[in-house]
């Protein structure tokens, strides 16, 4: 009889087993029809989503290739760097709009005849106007010469705009003197190891004195190409001339005394009535020693002075040279367009213009299709942060469903792990424990990559991307949906922990029960 109650205990209990896992199994078929009744739910947002991105995608590609993008990007750049310029002028109302439309006529004249764009021609008119100069009254033969210079020496069109200005300023001349400066840096740099940065570096340091003794552009060049010559740096060749200027002017006991060795006095070489490049030619005719020379202007001077007193000959003929070098940035710039890249880069600058004046007429729609997003952006940005809120308190509330199931599934492991040794049911109980073994490690898994309110708030935005596109389907909507997929979810998982408590339950009394497993 014990035999017997045990054969019936087992096989009730077994039966109980089965019928526990059949359950499950039963809980996962509705889970497997609603999980995938979920996704379609899931899917029918994000996939209306995507399918609004490739048609964006593709509408973009047709745009691309129209050129229409192009043309926008282009006006956009080109309508900022003009009202930039003209901004700065401080001109209002109608007056701003007449040297708007000024500098637009000038910037487009010379992004289609020079190596530059419209937009670079805007970006030098904005230089020019923040350095005081009136733009809108200005036009575009006044702006060629530094754009001009800047190509013949390959240089940036900014820096050159810079340098020009500054020297303009130094020697009070006006911008309608930038072709004079222009031509004369082309020809020293042009004729000397000189750049252009290094001609305003040199200038930075020099111009003003020089200009406080009555000297010329032409002439202070020279006098900077030719030390350049001798391997100093734009900086020490600046500040080798001004401590010159210097030394000369408020002559110390050195200066005089070098002057009485070679039978000259202070108003001999009083820079308020001869140049430098003539005190110079005094000096050498006198033949003043390298010592002397050192002792003269200073230690920091001496190398680059002595290079002029050397060479004051060569420094006269560059300096004649110079003096007359008028339309050379132009020429050079010339011949720079006479060739295959020249010709390339002019009809570059004409498409560039053709661009310009298609975005024109494309920039009001993309301005009123910007403001509509941006406005629709503010009301979505208001209701993010309460749908997430509520997306995260559903994750809450499933964590009991999910500690609940795993418990259940701890169980039938345990009996199934008890009946493991009975060889009738040998097989039958490999393949319960490998199922309930599965079940633990998805729920394992869960706890380990806690990833539902993650991925909860990427459908989520993707969601609020696709109400800002399309404009047809409220956040709300959206929302709800989701909500939908998670409750499905929800009742899935309800119905798994029921179908377990149900198996452990079937024909086994609560005292048979504990009994048996202990």
Do not use: C
């Not at 840096?185 to 290094?198: D, P, Q, R, V």
């Not at 001077?301 to 560059?318: K, W, Y």
């Not at 492991?413 to 009975?422: M, P």
């Not at 079940?439 to 991925?455: E, G, N, R, S, Y």
């Amino acid at each position: 009889m014990v035999v017997d109650d045990a054969t019936i205990r087992v096989g009730s209990d077994v039966a109980g087993a089965i019928a526990g896992i059949l359950a499950v199994g039963a809980a996962l078929q509705t889970l497997e029809a609603q999980a995938i009744s979920a996704s379609a739910v899931i899917a029918s947002a994000t996939g209306a989503i995507a399918i609004s991105f490739i048609g964006i995608g593709v509408a973009a590609g047709a745009a691309a290739v129209g050129g229409v993008a192009m043309a926008v990007d282009a006006f956009e750049e080109y309508e900022q760097a003009i009202a930039n310029a003209a901004s700065v002028t401080g001109a209002f109302g109608d007056e701003y709009e007449r040297v708007k439309a000024n500098l637009e006529d000038i910037a487009q004249t010379l992004g289609e005849t020079t190596v530059f764009s419209a937009q670079q021609a805007a970006n030098a008119l904005y230089d020019l106007a923040s350095a005081g100069y009136k733009v809108g009254d200005m036009t575009a033969e006044d702006l060629r010469p530094i754009l001009d210079l800047a190509a013949a020496t390959q240089s940036d069109l900014t820096q050159t705009t810079e340098i020009v200005t500054a020297t303009l300023a130094q020697f009070g001349l006006g911008i309608e003197d930038s072709a004079y400066v222009a031509d004369v840096f082309t020809g020293a740099i042009t004729t000397s190891k000189e750049t252009l940065e290094k001609m305003g570096l040199s200038f930075r340091y020099v111009g003003n004195i020089a200009y406080q003794f009555g000297e010329t552009v032409d002439d202070t060049s020279a006098a900077l190409a030719l030390m350049a010559n001798s391997g100093l740096r734009g900086e020490q060749i600046g500040r080798s001339l001004r401590i010159a200027y210097q030394r000369l002017a408020n002559p110390t006991a050195d200066v005089v005394e070098v002057l009485g060795k070679l039978g000259l006095t202070v108003n001999d070489v009083n820079q308020e009535n001869m140049t430098l490049n003539d005190t110079l030619m005094l000096l050498a005719s006198r033949g003043i020693s390298v010592g002397d020379t050192m002792k003269l202007f200073g230690v920091e001077s001496a190398t680059g002075m002595g290079s002029l007193v050397a060479n004051t000959p060569l420094l006269q003929q560059f300096a004649e040279n110079l003096d007359d070098v008028g339309g050379l940035a132009h020429r050079v710039a010339e011949k720079q367009l006479d060739t295959l890249n020249g010709s390339l880069t002019l009809l570059f600058s004409k498409i560039n213009i053709l661009a310009i004046e298609i975005g024109r007429k494309f920039a009001p729609y993309v301005r009123d299709a910007a403001d509509t997003l941006g406005a629709i952006s503010n009301i979505l940005l208001d209701r993010v942060d309460p749908a997430f809120a509520q997306l995260q308190q559903y994750v809450q509330d499933l964590e009991p469903t999910w500690t609940a199931l795993k418990v259940s599934v701890a169980s039938i492991i345990g009996i199934t792990q008890d009946l493991a040794g009975d060889d009738a049911i040998g097989w039958l109980i490999d393949q319960i424990n490998t199922l309930s073994t599965a079940m633990a490690f998805v729920f394992q898994f869960f706890d380990k990559h806690p990833t539902i309110l993650q991925f909860a708030k990427v459908i989520a935005v993707a969601s609020v991307m696709f109400v800002a596109l399309q404009g047809a389907i409220t956040l709300a909507g959206i929302a709800y949906s989701i909500y939908e997929g998670i409750m499905v979810a929800v009742v899935s998982i309800q119905l798994i922990y029921n179908g377990v408590m149900a198996g452990s339950n079937t024909n086994r009394s609560p005292h048979r029960s504990s009994e048996y497993i202990a």
